[in-house]
Nanobody, 115 residues
Framework: QVQLVESGGGLVQPGGSVRLSCAAS????????MAWYRQAPGKQRELVAG???????SYADSVKGRFTISRDNAKKTVVLQMNSLKPEDTAVYYC?????????WGPGTQVTVSS
């Protein structure tokens, strides 16, 4: 059973930074596409950033220039560095792994941007 566990969420002031980490286990990590999604109250889950097995990245327009996704295949982790946070970034952030047509999700971590 593939396991993904997110960490690093919390309360941050507008303009601040948060670093989310996702640790994967029981998966051949270096062939997996990883991504971060988020879901705000009353809204659909949306893709925030993705990174392929070879390191190509993509971002939602709303976070370009502020968020950075990276991965460490040796440690089986993916990180989302979030800077210049805005109240509209408030959401539960989910780590996703996609491989061979299957998707796996972590339980999510709450990020709240508020003064």
């Amino acid at each position: 059973q593939v396991q993904l566990v997110e960490s690093g969420g919390g309360l941050v002031q507008p303009g601040g930074s948060v670093r989310l980490s996702c640790a994967a286990s029981r998966i051949i990590f270096n062939i997996v596409r990883m991504a971060w999604y988020r879901q705000a109250p009353g809204k659909q889950r949306e893709l925030v950033a993705g990174i392929t097995s070879v390191g190509y990245t993509s971002y939602a327009d709303s976070v370009k220039g502020r968020f950075t996704i990276s991965r460490d295949n040796a440690k089986k982790t993916v990180v989302l560095q979030m800077n210049s946070l805005k109240p509209e970034d408030t959401a539960v952030y989910y780590c996703q792994a996609a491989v061979n047509g299957y998707e796996y999700w972590g339980p999510g971590t709450q990020v709240t941007v508020s003064s």
